[in-house]
C-alpha cells in the first residue's frame, strides 16, 4: 500500500523558517515528479512548488518564489520542503504528493495522486 506522509509543522512568527518532510512507503517514486501543495481555511488548494525526478529542475508558485526551496533524497524516498520568510499568508494545511507522469512538472493538483495527510503549519504575527 502506497503511504506518503509529512512532518516537519507547526508554529513559527512571522520570518522564521520551518523544513517539511515527505517520506513514502510501499513502493519508490524516484522516477516521478513530486510536489507540494497548500490549503488555507475557505480557500483553494494551491500549488506551492515541484522538483524532478533527480531534483535537477524545480518550479515555483509565485507566492512562495524566492522564500521556499524543495529537494529530494530518492535514497530516503523523501522530499522536502524549506520555508524561509515565513508570512502568515503562509499558513495553511501543507500536502505533498506524486506526478502522475514522467517528464513535466505540473502544477495542478489533477496531475498528481498518491497524497499525504498534510501538516498544518501556523506563522503567526
Known amino acids: 500500500q502506497v503511504q506518503l506522509v509529512e512532518s516537519g509543522g507547526g508554529l513559527v512568527q512571522t520570518g522564521g523558517s520551518l523544513r517539511l518532510s515527505c517520506g513514502a512507503s510501499g513502493r519508490t517514486f524516484s522516477g516521478y515528479p513530486m510536489g507540494w501543495f497548500r490549503q488555507a481555511p475557505g480557500k483553494e488548494r494551491e500549488f506551492v512548488g515541484s522538483i524532478s525526478w533527480n531534483g535537477g529542475s524545480t518550479d515555483y508558485g509565485d507566492s512562495v518564489k524566492g522564500r521556499f526551496t524543495i529537494s529530494r533524497d530518492n535514497a530516503k524516498n523523501t522530499v522536502y520542503l524549506q520555508m524561509n520568510s515565513l508570512k502568515p499568508e503562509d499558513t495553511a494545511v501543507y500536502y505533498c504528493?506524486?506526478?502522475?507522469?514522467?517528464?513535466?512538472?505540473?502544477?495542478?493538483?489533477?496531475?498528481?495522486?498518491?497524497w499525504g495527510q498534510g501538516t498544518q503549519v501556523t506563522v503567526s504575527s
Open positions: 504528493a506524486v506526478a502522475r507522469t514522467y517528464g513535466v512538472l505540473p502544477r495542478r493538483s489533477n496531475e498528481y495522486h498518491y
